[in-house]
């Protein structure tokens, strides 16, 4: 397939910059094999069955960008991708020119980094302050929204871009598709009959990038780090035998889950993944997928084409665009019901 296919224009003011007023206010496209229905997020437990099982992404957005200068005076930026141990990372260097190893940086004013080396297209960090990583990141870091958003982070960015449910510390990125659920909601679907369980992928900077070889298949895929709880594991089998279906929670969940079935048989644990879902692919674990709009070009867009059909998604990218739902990260939603 050519990377091409997986183009569409989309006007620039569909793109959402700030979050909806409440969570949860946003609409739903409704993707069956009827076709399109508009929808609101709210009408989410009707359209759901009892004994199904939502899955979500209970990764915690970290406050990875970091500010400073190397040792020459020149003014760096610094994105942390991974956080390796407690003084360790993976990050990406935005400099004139960039650090060479043994380098030496400072950042936000007080946090002391040596450059390690070179990882990839990712820079190797020793924090050589006293506190760990994690902490140093809460207190003197800021959040990395996504690229097409054009405002810098503010206090309304720190509480809206994290879900009701993060827990586990460690994305760059949001699970988008989990903003739209608040404690109600949840609430409303446990009673109604509809569990839920836990993933934990941490999202990476490369989630933005689009594909930029002209053949699909030539993509190198990013990275992940990802766990399934064998807890989630019993959930799902319990699901299957009571007749429900398996919800997806985003494209990460889904990512997670088919990353932990690549054997044929779904199984609990931690690891890397690169798994690169498109067009042709069969799904081993997922039924449904709630997810947001996706970036043109994109290894999500082939993703939910992969889960949908690629006429059909294309078609339902081309009803979405018309009727002006709000595109990517703080935008609307869609829910979609595999054949």
């Known amino acids: 397939m050519r990377t091409e296919q997986f183009s569409f224009e989309l006007p620039q003011h569909l793109i959402a910059q700030r979050p909806p007023e409440q969570?949860?206010?946003s609409r739903l496209l409704h993707l069956t094999a009827n076709g399109c229905e508009h929808r609101m997020f709210a009408d989410l437990p009707g359209l759901l069955r009892e004994h199904d099982l939502l899955v979500l992404n209970d990764t915690r957005v970290i406050k990875a960008r970091l500010f400073g200068q190397k040792e020459s005076g020149g003014n760096i930026e610094v994105m942390v991708e991974r956080i390796?141990?407690?003084?360790?990372?993976?990050?990406?260097?935005?400099?004139?020119?960039?650090?060479?190893?043994?380098?030496r940086l400072l950042l936000a004013g007080c946090i002391e980094v040596t450059v390690l080396g070179r990882v990839g297209e990712f820079f190797h960090l020793r924090f050589d302050n006293n506190e760990s990583v994690g902490s140093l990141l809460e207190q003197y870091g800021r959040?990395?929204?996504?690229?097409?958003i054009t405002h810098s982070a503010d206090a309304e960015d720190d509480a809206r871009y994290q879900t009701v449910f993060a827990k586990e510390s460690g994305a760059v990125a949001a699970p988008t598709a989990g903003l739209h659920f608040d404690e109600a909601m949840l609430a409303s679907l446990k009673q109604q009959g509809i569990q839920t369980a836990y993933v934990t992928l941490h999202v990476g900077a490369g989630t933005f990038q689009p594909v930029r070889v002209e053949q699909v298949a030539e993509h190198v895929m990013h990275s992940e780090r990802y766990l399934v709880p064998q807890a989630t594991v019993d959930a799902i089998e319990q699901a299957r035998v009571r007749g429900g279906r398996v919800i997806a929670v985003g494209t990460t969940s889904l990512r997670a889950l088919e990353s932990a079935a690549q054997s044929g048989t779904l199984q609990g644990g931690a690891g890397d993944t690169s798994i690169f879902i498109t067009p042709g692919y069969r799904f081993k674990v997922v039924d449904v997928l709630l997810t947001n709009f996706h970036l043109p070009r994109s290894t999500l867009l082939m993703l939910v084409c992969a889960f949908g059909g690629m006429d059909k998604m294309l078609a339902a990218y081309r009803v979405a665009v018309d009727n002006e739902y709000r595109f990517f990260s703080y935008g609307d939603a869609m829910l979609i019901e595999r054949d």
């Open 84 to 103: 390796l141990d407690e003084h360790e990372v993976l990050a990406q260097v935005r400099a004139s020119k960039s650090p060479r190893r043994g380098g």
């Open 23 to 25: 969570r949860g206010a």
């Open 143 to 148: 959040l990395p929204l996504p690229p097409y």
